[in-house]
């Protein structure tokens, strides 16, 4: 049951906070990954070993997507990502990660916000996000309904340490500024 709507006035600005990391496995057939989605801009995939791999997931995986989504929910205290859009639920099998963004801008205009800025990071060893930047933001801007000039997007290694710095997962990383409307 949700909770009772508060009598307290609503602040001017709400801050939320997204994670999201998915493994990277070979690409299919040969394994469960999927092609390289971050921030809606699809990358060439990464070799690990020799293998071309993907991340794996339910939808399509866009992991910086996926921590947007859920910075955005965080920030107007809804319902996360995982129980909005459920990865049992044969309706988000392969989905496209814009529709969980574009119901997250959507939940935060109809309560009573509008997104001040996007401040989001992934960390994966290769590919290299810095040569295509400005495409994902722009990417996510446009989903958004924002100035690009609000979203920023950054690319880090694990310096070859654990699981991402071995190349076997994608992470990422979101911060989300609301403002009364």
Same mark, same amino acid.
Not at 12 to 18: A, H, I, N, T
Not at 29 to 40: C, S, Y
């Given at each position: %049951?949700?909770?009772?709507?508060?009598?307290?006035?609503?602040?001017?600005?709400?801050?939320?906070? =997204?994670? *999201?990391?998915? @493994?990277?496995?070979?690409?299919?057939?040969?394994?469960? #990954?999927?092609?390289? %989605?971050?921030? #809606?801009?699809? /990358?060439?995939?990464?070799?690990?070993?020799?293998?071309?791999?993907?991340?794996?997931?339910?939808?399509?995986?866009?992991? %910086?997507?996926?921590? +947007?989504?859920?910075?955005?929910? =965080?920030?107007? =205290?809804?319902? *996360?990502?995982?129980?909005? /859009?459920? !990865?049992? !639920?044969?309706?988000?099998?392969?989905?496209?990660?814009?529709? /969980?963004?574009?119901?997250?801008?959507?939940? &935060?205009?109809?309560?009573?916000?509008?997104?001040?800025? +996007? *401040?989001?990071?992934?960390?994966?060893?290769?590919?290299?996000?810095?040569?295509?930047?400005?495409?994902? @933001?722009?990417? +996510?801007?446009? %989903?958004?309904?924002?100035?690009?000039? @609000? &979203?920023?997007?950054?690319?880090?290694?694990?310096?070859? &340490? *654990?699981?991402?710095?071995? =190349?076997?997962?994608?992470?990422?990383?979101?911060?989300?500024?609301? +403002?009364?409307?």
């Amino acid at each position: %049951m949700p909770p009772a709507p508060s009598t307290t006035p609503q602040p001017s600005f709400r801050v939320g906070l =997204g994670y *999201d990391l998915h @493994r990277l496995e070979p690409l299919a057939p040969a394994g469960k #990954g999927r092609p390289l %989605m971050l921030g #809606g801009v699809r /990358f060439e995939a990464p070799v690990v070993e020799g293998v071309a791999v993907g991340p794996v997931g339910h939808s399509d995986a866009d992991a %910086m997507l996926h921590a +947007i989504t859920d910075a955005l929910l =965080g920030a107007i =205290g809804a319902p *996360d990502i995982g129980q909005l /859009f459920p !990865d049992n !639920d044969p309706r988000h099998e392969s989905g496209d990660s814009r529709v /969980f963004l574009e119901e997250a801008a959507r939940r &935060v205009r109809a309560a009573g916000y509008e997104i001040g800025n +996007i *401040d989001a990071t992934v960390v994966l060893e290769r590919p290299k996000l810095g040569p295509r930047k400005g495409e994902v @933001r722009a990417s +996510i801007a446009a %989903m958004l309904g924002l100035d690009a000039s @609000r &979203v920023n997007v950054k690319g880090k290694t694990h310096e070859r &340490v *654990d699981a991402v710095g071995e =190349g076997r997962a994608v992470e990422a990383h979101a911060v989300a500024l609301l +403002i009364r409307a």
